[in-house]
């Protein structure tokens, strides 16, 4: 019996060592109050003057680009919001689209360009196209699809003839301008026998 009894108390000590152990671990948890997830904020994480994005197509051909004083990124949404910016769609065989405003936000990789206050659409012109300009408070830019929109009113000028509505959409591949709601339209009569400013869609 003596020489069983080291091993027996050897066996008691360590299972109150265990159990012992257990409790302790199970009192820190509980008594230690785990921090709740940090809210991801809409807060810029870098910054910087005279940004330029460039983007070119799969055979390396610039075909937007977007430049601007001042730009903040936001990794929450990885957006940027950019001061005076300037988008410029320079698609082969298409017209030169150019926007501006006083501030805007790019989405998508650079694809959404959302301009806002005093935003101006121009599409250059070219030899087979006039110039025309759409101006608006907040005017969008899908720079892939070439096309700019807008939901509020606007105001779209081309040559001496004037179009105004509420919710304009131009689609510079087709050189079409659809306006949901026309509320004026200006057409000088030499610009009436060459082509109309735009179409106006019904709602």
Do not use: C
């Amino acid at each position: 019996m003596k020489d069983r009894f080291p091993t027996i108390a050897s066996i008691v000590i360590l299972v109150g060592l265990v159990i012992g152990t257990w409790f302790a671990a199970e009192y820190a948890q509980r008594a230690v109050q785990l921090d709740a997830a940090a809210k991801q904020t809409h807060e810029p994480d870098s910054w910087g003057k005279t940004m330029i994005m460039l983007r070119t197509n799969e055979t390396g051909l610039p075909i937007s680009r977007i430049e601007g004083d001042y730009m903040e990124h936001f990794p929450d949404d990885d957006s940027y919001d950019i001061v005076s910016p300037r988008a410029i769609s320079i698609k082969p065989d298409q017209p030169t689209l150019v926007g501006t405003s006083r501030m805007a936000t790019v989405l998508d990789d650079g694809n959404r360009v959302v301009m806002k206050k005093d935003a101006v659409v121009i599409r250059l012109a070219s030899e087979t196209t006039d110039p025309m300009n759409v101006s608006s408070e907040e005017i969008t830019l899908l720079m892939d699809e070439d096309v700019a929109y807008t939901d509020l009113p606007a105001i779209a000028v081309r040559n001496r003839s004037t179009l105004k509505g509420i919710g304009m959409r131009y689609d510079n591949k087709t050189g079409e301008l659809k306006v949901l709601d026309s509320t004026d339209v200006e057409i000088a009569p030499r610009a009436r026998q060459e082509q109309p400013p735009a179409t106006e869609t019904q709602p």
